[in-house]
């Protein structure tokens, strides 16, 4: 937990942004997996933590805009918890901790919630994401729980997606100690990387890092030798010589910032010519995109320069053709790359998404494309100082993909699908690192850069 003042200074910082009204954060509860004693892994809500910093579960925080009162609100433990938890500190006790001077136990929070909406007034909360807080929202407002959404608070998302963008000094330190968590994690699983070792094996194995130096991985990790899958959570594979191993990982600290990186090696050691020719296409867009990304830019035009850079690539290969800013403007290369450049990333790996991505990654500026491909920017908005993003290029050959854009003769003019049949039995290369915008450009975070060029990378493989 980072010190009182920070908590303080935060929710004085909300309170400036709102005209009025009363703040209802709520924190989130355990979660049952198999039978309701047996809970998963506790996370709690990204916003709550952010204002009230208390990693437990069963807390609410309630800020009073107008009046300045804050007050938080959860059950001291029963003497049956202390038995089964050991002593745990009241919730008077936490209150201190963050700078909160008022607690009350959770049942008052309905009287709280139904006299200001009695008084006309508003009361601001965010779109919920779990069921069991949804419930709860529903019991406090008297919203129905389908009718939620359509009540949420635009304006207290826009405060919070304001000030949790541009991430402090301190919040940087703690995602570059995720980042360096990240780091071991992705060395280790390209020392283990050899023909015959079960995916299985390697993914756990750096989970268990991310367990042993903070609390886990910051999304459930991606490792497959059939990495045009972008998000393939199957492990069963026996990786084969002449494969290529896809590892998007990261972890969280025990405060909860996020690394995510993701690094795609060959599972002999050693690069093909044709595997060097596609990842050497993906290495040169995720430079320019860190050569690009600068405050005043928008992410979306680095995202389309990337874009530029791998069908120039592509073109050379003799996979696309005619001009790369038309393909690009037609999206013929999202054949190829079906998703975005990045995200934000802070307190989680995607940064606020449940706040929703129309205010975290576009603005009144800068609204999301509908076109395949572009669609799948979760971050297109102008560049400040102290954002945090990922720049996570790549190329995939997508068999089903490809059949039906040949299939349709989509985009025919850009692909040349005779040479892309070849390359059906490739796989997916994807590069990903965790970039901060600094004041005149843009930094790498983690102390130590995860191998990516084609020589460290061999020689980590095979040393
Ligand atoms: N968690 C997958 C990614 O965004 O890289
Ligand atoms: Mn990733
Ligand atoms: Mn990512």
Redesign the pocket.
């Known amino acids: 937990m980072f010190d009182s003042h920070v908590y303080k200074e935060r929710r004085e910082a909300l309170r400036r942004q709102l005209d009025g009204g009363l703040v209802l954060l709520l924190g989130n509860g355990e979660a049952s997996s198999n039978y309701p004693d047996n809970t998963y892994h506790f996370r709690q809500d990204s916003s709550f933590l952010y204002f009230f910093g208390i990693n437990h579960p069963g807390f609410a925080g309630v800020i009073d805009i107008e009046g300045g009162e804050e007050t938080l609100f959860g059950n001291d433990f029963t003497m049956d918890d202390i038995i089964w938890m050991g002593p745990q500190p009241s919730v008077a006790n936490q209150a201190h901790r963050v700078g909160v001077e008022k607690s009350a136990p959770l049942g008052h929070l309905k009287q709280i919630v139904t006299k200001a909406l009695q008084q006309g007034r508003k009361v601001h909360f965010l779109p919920p994401y779990r069921h069991a807080n949804k419930l709860w929202l529903e019991e406090l407002t008297g919203i129905r729980v389908s009718q939620l959404a359509s009540h949420v608070s635009v304006a207290l998302i826009k405060a919070i997606v304001a000030l949790r963008s541009v991430k402090s000094d301190l919040e940087i330190a703690e995602i570059e100690h995720a980042c360096d968590i990240g780091y071991e994690m992705h060395t280790t699983a390209m020392r283990m990387c050899r023909p015959g070792v079960k995916e299985q094996l390697i993914a756990g194995s750096i989970e268990g890092i991310a367990l042993a130096h903070g609390a886990g991985v910051s999304?459930p990790t991606?490792l497959s030798m059939n990495g045009e899958t972008l998000?393939n959570h199957y492990h069963g594979n026996l990786l084969e010589d002449g494969r290529m191993m896809l590892v998007?990982a990261g972890a969280e600290t025990n405060m909860n910032y996020c690394s995510?990186f993701?690094r795609t090696v060959p599972v002999s050691g050693h690069f093909t010519q044709r595997q060097k020719e596609i990842y050497n296409i993906v290495v040169a867009a995720h430079d320019c995109a860190i050569d690009h990304a600068r405050p005043g830019n928008t992410w979306k035009a680095v995202h389309l320069e990337v874009c530029r850079v791998l069908t120039n690539g592509l073109k050379e290969l003799g996979l696309m053709r005619g001009d790369i800013d038309e393909a690009v403007a037609a999206g013929a290369h999202a054949l190829f790359m079906p998703h975005g450049l990045g995200?934000m990333m802070g307190l989680d790996?995607?940064d606020m998404e449940d706040l929703g991505q129309i205010y975290v990654g576009y603005d009144d500026e800068i609204r999301p494309s509908t076109q395949f491909g572009l669609a799948s920017l979760r971050m297109g908005r102008r560049l400040e100082e102290g954002f945090v993003i990922?720049d996570?290029p790549g190329i995939y050959f997508i068999p089903a993909l490809i059949d039906q854009w040949r299939a349709e003769g989509l985009h025919s003019d850009f692909l040349n699908y005779d040479a892309i049949e070849k390359y059906k039995d490739f796989g997916g290369i994807r590069l990903?690192d965790d970039v901060l915008i600094t004041a005149t450009g843009s930094r790498f975070l983690g102390q130590k850069r995860i191998p990516l060029y084609i020589d460290e990378v061999e020689e980590i493989m095979n040393k």
């Open positions: 999304f991606i998000h998007d995510d993701t995200h790996v995607h990922t996570e990903e």
